[in-house]
């Protein structure tokens, strides 16, 4: 080793050592009698000193010409700081060198390598070696690291295999677009990256490994939407004899247990909620629980409290939900005005917003006191859970629309109000989401999980009559209102997954072309099944208090999909093309 | 869980217990008044019976329907056998069925479910899920994932970081032949799949993640050779701040720590060797040294004693070569002839075979007697250190061909002699390769490793002078007759990679093109390193004591780099050729 210690170790008892460091240069100080120097590795910064008079004048005359970055084998004795800085670990001691040699100058990096950088994303992005230097940087892959193996841990004592299955597959119609790999083999076939191991871990369970999963790498050619990436990780996990309540208990352990051992907390509950009560109650099948304001279905949902009074605008709505804000009694008129326009925006496309005051006198005032009087209004407080000194804002509309916005509005007030702590967390699993969506545009049923879930038994009579009726026997796992994991119970029997491909308007052919082997693996002993994935990035960077993945990423792609740091897509040169019996359409 | 228990782990003090099993029928066996069932699992087979007259009829009826692989879930008493199995684990109890339900049935299997089956590998290959419920597949499949957990679990513990880095890379002209991904978003340009990570794990380096591994998939398209996959896996490891040694000591704590805790064996000393010595001794760079039997140079390497003899073949021939055959004195006239005939085999190409006696009575016997008399013959007995009763063969010709004759031939007949036992192990470091090789074809220099080795720091100086003529700063570590690993110190210096670039004929602006990424980085800051990779699949396949790699592979791809079982590669639909702008050539 060029080193004997590293730059974040050395304390008090080790004053009096000899030792050897390596890293690279954070600052350097020179106060004409005295040099110092931070020398900084993975593992934190130590202070390097030398003295005018008493040090070699050629250790000197190396301190002077150092620059920012610069690699560093500097060796000396370690002894007690006169000024000592208890803001860091290593703070109390500082190494007089004796010997200091460069390893490698460096050019002036293009941004600092501080917690504070001032680079920007996209110079951040083409050095990303640089970046990756800084300590939130690093601490966000080393929290990556914890947390993978954590998971295998885990996973391994409740006697799950991880298995590698392949990356190069084939292409299915099914899901997003696919990554595709010519063939140089097979002119003119190509394979296709996989947009997760599915029918791989279907076919383990077939072959009888019981318990598998893989942290694995997954593929999408999709237009990149912020924090989207054309590769991304998934815990990928199956299980075979199992019903819903094993899979679901099985990863609460070891949701609850990564909690417990990389951040040290107790997740509390994981509640569990219908995709109907989540749509119900927050618009959303994938509430951020942090907080309340629950939604009050003012009109809809079987309850009316605004007709007949003459309010047209909530007469033709299909749906008038409120949303009770606690405490916000006292917001200004110049308040309730924003949140007005805010939920005007295109992106929200409301028309407009009624308010309501709870009063601390009791009485009720509101925006539309003209067509409702203090009984009605109260009926609203009441649905709502509305207290005094509370605020209920209304929103009306088709059911769907309304809906989403209201879970919006309700988000954005959440922000505003400090409600939605990245430190603090919530999980819950949403159950029995629908299991076919329709496809207005083609008029067909998609799956909206994927063709290989199984619907809740109690709803397979449904499957030949009233296919949109029918509750998947799915799960998604959701964290401060993000879906982090989902999954099912697969459909294990030939017969009902062919039924399935033609609900969703696969012919025989097709059927068989794209899955044949997996409903030929389906006819010689497939055991129930089912399993769920995690997005592992997203999953890290939830752990680690953001809601960005792109710092949870080594090496992350921007939004149109390149690597600026090698500029990766490129050309290809001729021999390839012809190789690969392609041309430029 | 739909059971209580695996069919592996029912056992005499279980007797009494109400179990529910759940797994594949093995077997049934109907004796008229007895039904008996194997039912077998991940975990192993139980025993399940019913008796006509005390077991419900419905009972007895279903077991009777059951085929091979029949998915079963059976509820019953575990009891003490009457006549027991010492050969299986559970062969002391039965579970008296109470109930038996099929939850799947299944066709007859192509071939049987059985330790030896009857499934040749094409077949095995397009029902893999099937094989994967054999025994030996799947062990081999479990002991790869206590592999990789143990792997893991080493590095971990030595403060390594696992990184994974990107799979859509860019296309680089080194090495082996890419695999590409066309972008769709950016007409023309392709992803590559990376044939390992190696400029990525240098640039973490550069970020100063000092310790970095992956287990990483990795990809070739080359034209396939038996037991080659174009997606192979490796464990890929870095480190900064080291020389070599530390490196060599790290890994062999590595390797040393994965035997003791997946075999349960000390794998000795793993001795280190130059590449000059592996040639010279064993005429190979990667030596089995399971078994001795090294070269004995009769002429060449400094030697000559077979010259002035007027044995021509000897007399015009660069090298001659002894091979020592420990106690193979008494092989028969045919047993030498077939030995001439393989070494004459266009594969080894050697023109014939010379042969020499010790005889127990201490006189020398040699098919060349007429040429060398006793004082010359005993010359090369010493030599080749050989005793009463050895036999020498020996092979003549060109230096680099009869080498490698001979190491064939060694190889060979330590198959024969039964000295390459796949339970035992051997390890060692070969170090001091060549750095370069010379393309004749094209009259340019290669790199033996890739470019980014670094020279032996005393050999740098012969860069402009004679590079054939440096040796790599670089080790293989060799297990059993196979490359498992190998890696290298690398340049961290701006000046000598763009000069390394220069000697292998890559114009400057090339090597800004594919590599400036890394030299760029080089110029801010980069710390020593070196690293090294494992090849997961084959220390998987020579842990099990296999040298196929392939059922070491949950899924592999045949000889033609087809999966036969999903059959991909396979063609895109006309949708996917126009949105990736191509068109066939």
């Known amino acids: 080793m060029l080193r004997t210690h590293t730059c974040g170790e050395l304390r008090l008892s080790d004053v009096g050592k000899s030792v050897t460091l390596c890293g690279w240069v954070s600052k ?6 005295m040099v110092w120097v931070d020398l900084r590795d993975r593992y934190g910064i130590s202070q390097l000193m030398a003295e005018e008079g008493k040090a070699a004048p050629e250790i000197l005359n190396t301190l002077r010409s150092l620059g920012r970055e610069y690699v560093v084998c500097a060796q000396g004795e370690v002894i007690e700081r006169y000024a000592k800085n208890d803001k860091m670990p290593t703070g109390e001691v500082e190494i007089k060198l004796g010997k200091v040699e460069i390893l490698n100058p460096a050019k002036l990096p293009p941004f600092l390598i501080e917690d504070d950088t001032d680079g920007g994303d996209d110079l951040r992005m083409q050095y990303r070696y640089l970046d990756l230097r800084r300590n939130p940087v690093r601490a966000k892959l080393e929290l ?13 004592a409740q006697g799950f295999l991880e298995v590698e299955t392949p990356v190069l597959i084939k292409s299915t119609p099914e899901g997003a677009r696919d990554f595709v790999v010519p063939s140089r083999m097979h002119a003119g076939e190509f394979y296709a990256l996989p947009q997760s191991p599915q029918t791989f871990k279907q076919l383990l369970m077939v072959g009888g490994f019981d318990r598998y999963f893989q942290i694995v790498k997954c593929f999408r050619d999709e237009d990149l939407r912020a924090d989207r990436q054309p590769e991304f990780t998934q815990i990928d996990c199956e299980m075979a004899f199992v019903e819903r309540e094993d899979i679901l208990s099985m990863f609460e352990g070891m949701f609850r247990s990564l909690f417990t051992e990389v951040k040290g907390i107790d997740i509390g509950e ?141 988000l954005e007030l959440g922000n505003q109000l400090g409600l939605r702590n990245p430190n603090e967390y919530k999980a819950l699993w949403v159950l029995d989401f629908p299991l076919l969506e329709r496809d207005e545009e083609n008029g067909r049923w998609m799956a909206m999980h994927h063709p290989f879930t199984a619907p809740r038994p109690e709803d397979l009579h449904k499957l030949g009559t009233d296919p949109g009726a029918i509750k998947a026997n799915a799960y998604d796992m959701v964290l401060n209102g993000n879906e982090i994991g989902g999954g099912s119970i697969r459909i294990h029997d030939r017969q009902l997954q062919a039924k399935m491909f033609e609900v969703l308007g696969f012919t025989a052919a097709e ?65 390839q093309w012809k190789e690969l019996h392609l041309k430029n359409a």
């Not at 009984?375 to 209304?394: I, N, S």
């Not at 710092?551 to 001729?574: L, S, W």
Request: glycine fraction near 12%; hydrophobic fraction near 40%.
């Open 270 to 410: 994981i509640v569990r909620m219908s995709y109907d009560d989540a749509m119900r109650l927050y618009g959303n099948d994938k509430p951020d629980t942090r907080f309340g304001m629950q939604l009050a279905h003012l009109k809809g949902y079987g309850n009316d409290l605004t007709s007949g009074a003459n309010f047209v605008v909530f007469d033709s709505a299909e749906a008038v939900i409120g949303l009770p804000v606690t405490g916000a009694g006292d917001y200004t008129r110049k308040q309730i005005d924003a949140l007005t326009e805010w939920v005007k925006r295109p992106q929200i496309g409301m028309k407009g917003m009624v308010w309501m005051r709870f009063e601390a006198d009791g009485s009720l005032k509101s925006s539309v006191d003209k067509f409702y009087d203090q009984a009605a209004l109260k009926k609203w407080a009441t649905l709502a859970g509305l207290q005094p000194g509370d605020l209920l804002l209304v929103l009306a509309g088709d059911q769907g629309q309304t809906l989403k916005a209201a879970s919006e509005l309700r």
């Open 511 to 575: 059927a068989e072309e794209k899955f044949g082997f997996l409903l030929n693996a389906f006819e010689y002993g497939a055991p129930p099944h089912g399993g769920l994935a995690f997005g592992f990035d997203r999953l890290c960077a939830l752990f680690g208090g953001s809601e960005s993945i792109r710092d949870f990423i080594a090496f992350p792609k921007n939004n149109a999909g390149r690597d600026v740091m090698i500029d990766a897509p490129g050309p290809i040169d001729a021999i």
């Open 144 to 156: 990556r690291h914890k947390v993978a193996q954590a998971v295998r841990r885990y996973l391994d």
């Open 28 to 33: 350097v100080r020179d106060k004409g009698g």
